[in-house]
């Protein structure tokens, strides 16, 4: 049920907010390349391009100006007339459009947008719904409502509580089973010993989520900084970042070492390690199979220095590299490790949202996906590209999965 929008219709509805931020002495975070990026879920690399198409549409101008909570000037972009207009005509065919959408009381209709966005209550932008959109068969109240708490009770600014920095943590809706594993993290992360905690397990099987779903209750508790390597530029930027996460609880060590002249690896773990200290900080590390090897090494290094870290949580999710953790400390009290597999047969079920589906028919879904929340999710979609993509399933199995979803079974 997603909507299809290019880059440049996603910037001109997330610059549409900033419209009057421009007469502003300081501009919002959102409106510099890092801000649009994290704002439409792309790579910071690829907004250069992007705004300068807009800008030569007479779309959106630059202006080199003070952002908020940053100490140097950076590049702000902000609509023209033109485009505040484009944006708005944008927003309104976007709000005609008609989705499925379950209600708080668990009523499936159709309805438009615009109806969703007034009728709901809740403070979310049309790209806030779209991104659920993206996510889910169906739009639901539920998840609605978990991401604007998300939004409200999230980043305060001018307090120690942070979250979804530097990037969004994934809002989960529907989480099931994991019992056992919740189990686990709820022990680790209440254990003073513990500081480095690794999820394992291939791709799609829930290891963002699983994570997210735990820290979620910790927002109040903690100040979480939340890094995905797929997202990311590279260790560079994961250290700029992890600087201004700190910066914002008044801890400048980590700053203080990227600005030295012969800044190196050791000098930026040293001013790390003074910067975690204490600060009950959780710093979550995503996708790190996609970071480069100077963030391995960097990662590696923090493992080393277990004992030095006391009060910080690291949560790293991978599938499984081997060079992640240094080999003094895999035996320490202090590392701890979390294997994923697939979700149990009712968990399963579901997610599938089964609704005339046989045993041995369930059993050979089940076996096809070996429990993998991302497979299950994407059978349970009204489109099985993505599954033929992914080059796991044979052809006879990919014809199995229409004929059921011809026979509205799943």
Known sequence: MSIKLTVNERILLHLRRYYTAQKEVEAPQAVTQKGIADAIDIRVTHVPRSVKKLEEEGLIYENVMHITGLDKRRKAYFLTEKGMFSANELKRSLGERRVTFKDAEGNVKEVKIADVEETTGLKLTLLDIIGLMDRESILSYSSMELLAKNREEGIIEGETTLFDFPHKVPVISDFVGRKREITSLKSWLSDDSTTIISVVGPKGIGKSSLVAHMIYGLRKKASIYWYDA?????????????????????????????????????????????????????????????????????????????????????????????????????????????????????????????????????????????????????????????????????????????????????
């Open 230 to 410: 797929e997202k990311g530029e590279g260790f560079d930027d994961m250290v700029e970042t992890l600087a201004d996460f700190f910066a914002r609880l008044n801890r400048t060590e980590l700053r203080s070492a990227i600005r030295a002249k012969e800044k190196g690896q050791r000098e930026i773990l040293k001013g790390m390690k003074t910067s975690l200290l204490g600060s009950n900080a959780i710093l979550v590390f995503d996708s790190l199979d996609l970071a480069d090897k100077q963030f391995h090494r960097f990662i590696s290094g923090l493992s080393q220095e277990l004992d030095a870290l006391s009060g910080a949580k690291i949560l790293i999710m991978h599938m499984g590299a081997t060079d992640l953790v240094a080999q003094e400390a895999l035996g320490s009290k202090s590392y701890r490790e979390l294997e994923l597999s697939g979700l149990d047969k009712e968990s399963c079920k579901s997610i599938l949202g089964v609704k005339k589906l046989e045993k041995r028919e369930f059993e050979r879904i089940h076996k096809l996906t070996e429990g993998n929340p991302l497979a299950l999710k994407l059978i349970r979609s009204e489109d099985i590209s993505e599954l033929k993509k992914s080059g796991k399933y044979t052809a006879d199995e990919l014809t199995l999965i229409k004929y059921l979803k011809t026979l509205d079974k799943i």
